[in-house]
C-alpha cells in the first residue's frame, strides 16, 4: 500500500515538472527566461568571435537561397567614382608587367600598362557582355558569353569560331585542349523531386572548339567519398517554386602543372583543380578516371574562387566571406594556412581573383567593386587599378579577373613601357 502511495506521488511530481516546463519553454515562465541568459552568456564566453562567419546550407532545410541561381552584380555605385585606372603606384615594388581585364557590362577587353594606359584591345558585337576572357601567347582572345558559348576572337579581334553551350565562369587552355565549365538543368529524383537540379560539367574541346567529351561533375562528387557534402534536399520545400538549384557552382578551372607533386600525389601534372562555390570546397580531379583525389575547404571557406596551385606547391584563392573577404595561402599537405590578406573594407561577395607574381607580390581583384590591387608579403599595397569604365551615376563595372603578364610573355606585343618612361 505504502509502495502505491509512493509510485503515485511521483508521477503526480513528474506532470507537474513536465507541464511546468512546457510552460516555461513555450510562454516564457519563471526561470526560463534567466535560464535562456545564463546559457547565452555561457556560450558567448567561451565561443572566439570569427570574422569570417561559414555558411551551409544545412541538410533538410527549406531554405534553398543559396542554391538558387547566383545573381552577380554588374556594376555598383562608388563614391570614389572619379578615379580612372591606375591611381596608386609604388615603382620598384609592384611587379613589372600588362594587365588584362574586361568590364562586366562591355563586349570588349583591354591589355593596359602599368600606368593604365591601353596597349591592346579586343571587341565583338556579341548578344551579351563578355563574363570572363583568357589570352593565349599569340593574341588570341577566348570569350565566355555565360551560359551561351565560347567565342574564339584572333589579335584582330576577328572570330574563329564558336562554342554554343552553356558555358560559365572559367576555362584552362593547356597541353593542346581547352577545359571549360559548363551546365545543364536536369530533373533529378534523386536528389529533389520536382525542382530541377544544376548539373555541373567539364567540357574538353580541340584547339578549334570542337567537342571532345564531357564529364559531369555532379555525377563524379556524387560517387565519391565527398557525397555526404551535397545538401540533403527537404522535397517539402516552397511548392510555387520551380527554379533550379545549383549544388555545386563550380566557378573555377586549372590544369596542374605538376608544381605540387612533390608535396601530394594527387597535384600531379595533368590532373585538374576546380573550385566549387556552394559546397565550400577545392579539389582535385583526375578527368581520365573520373575520380576525386583531394579535396578542402568546408568548414574553413565561404563561398570561395579562383583557387591555384601556385610554384611552391600551395593553393592560393580567394575566400569570398559573407561580410569580409581574405585571400589565403595554404599548404595542402598539413592543410595549413601559411600567410593571408584581409584589410578593413576588402569584400567582393562574389567573384573575385588572385595571382602570384614572380616578386612574391599578390594580384587581388576585388570583382565586385571593379578595383585591383598588388600586394606585397606584409600586405602592403604597392599598385591600385580602378575599372574605368564608370557611368555618369557613378556606377563602377565589376571586373571578373585582372590577369598579370610579364614583360615579353606576349610575343605579339612590343616590351612592356614601364611607368615614368
Known amino acids: 500500500m505504502r509502495a502505491r502511495g509512493i509510485t503515485a506521488a511521483l508521477l503526480l511530481a513528474g506532470s507537474i515538472c513536465f507541464v511546468w516546463g512546457f510552460f516555461t519553454h513555450r510562454d ?36 534553398f537561397d543559396d542554391l538558387a541561381a547566383l545573381g552577380y552584380v554588374d556594376a555598383s555605385f562608388d563614391p570614389d567614382s572619379d578615379r580612372r585606372g591606375t591611381f596608386h603606384a609604388r615603382p620598384g615594388r609592384y611587379f613589372e608587367g600588362l594587365n588584362l581585364y574586361s568590364s562586366r557590362t562591355a563586349r570588349s577587353a583591354q591589355l593596359v600598362d602599368m600606368r593604365g594606359r591601353v596597349r591592346h584591345s579586343w571587341g565583338s558585337d556579341t548578344t551579351d557582355p563578355w563574363q570572363a576572357v583568357t589570352l593565349l601567347a599569340d593574341g588570341r582572345l577566348l570569350v565566355i558569353e555565360k551560359d551561351r558559348g565560347l567565342l574564339a576572337l584572333d589579335r584582330a579581334s576577328r572570330p574563329l569560331w564558336r562554342f554554343d553551350a552553356r558555358v560559365h565562369h572559367d576555362l584552362d587552355a593547356s597541353g593542346g585542349r581547352i577545359y571549360i565549365l559548363t551546365r545543364r538543368d536536369e530533373l533529378r529524383p534523386d ?11 567539364l567540357s574538353i574541346l580541340s584547339p578549334d572548339g570542337a567537342l571532345i567529351e564531357v564529364i559531369s561533375l555532379l555525377d563524379v562528387l556524387q560517387r565519391s567519398a565527398f557525397a555526404y557534402l551535397l545538401p540533403s534536399l527537404d522535397p517539402v520545400d516552397d511548392p510555387d517554386r520551380d527554379d533550379p538549384l545549383d549544388l555545386l557552382h563550380t566557378n573555377h578551372i586549372e590544369v596542374l602543372d605538376g608544381a605540387g607533386a612533390a608535396l601530394h600525389e594527387a597535384f600531379a601534372r595533368g590532373n585538374l583543380l576546380l573550385c566549387a562555390r556552394n559546397i565550400n570546397a577545392v579539389f582535385v580531379l583526375d578527368a581520365e578516371a573520373e575520380r576525386v583525389l583531394w579535396l578542402w575547404g568546408p568548414g574553413s571557406l565561404t563561398f570561395p574562387h579562383h583557387a591555384q596551385l601556385i610554384e611552391n606547391g600551395h593553393l592560393l584563392l580567394f575566400d569570398n566571406g559573407l561580410k569580409a573577404s581574405r585571400v589565403l595561402e595554404l599548404e595542402p599537405v598539413k592543410r595549413r594556412i601559411v600567410w593571408s590578406y584581409a584589410a578593413e573594407g576588402f569584400f567582393s561577395a562574389t567573384r573575385g581573383s588572385v595571382q602570384r607574381l614572380s616578386n612574391g607580390n599578390t594580384l587581388i581583384t576585388e570583382s565586385d567593386s571593379g578595383y585591383a590591387m598588388e600586394v606585397d608579403r606584409l600586405g602592403e599595397t604597392v599598385w591600385e587599378f580602378a575599372n574605368p569604365d564608370v557611368d555618369a551615376l557613378g556606377n563602377r563595372s565589376a571586373m571578373w579577373r585582372v590577369t598579370r603578364f610579364a614583360p615579353g610573355e606576349l610575343g605579339f606585343l612590343d616590351e612592356v613601357t614601364p611607368i615614368g618612361r
Open 191 to 201: 536528389l529533389h523531386p520536382s525542382r530541377p537540379i544544376v548539373v555541373d560539367e
Open 28 to 63: 516564457n515562465w519563471f526561470p526560463g527566461r534567466a535560464l535562456r541568459g545564463a546559457t547565452a552568456w555561457v556560450a558567448a564566453r567561451g565561443r572566439p568571435v570569427d570574422p569570417f562567419p561559414k555558411q551551409f546550407v544545412k541538410s533538410r532545410s527549406p531554405a
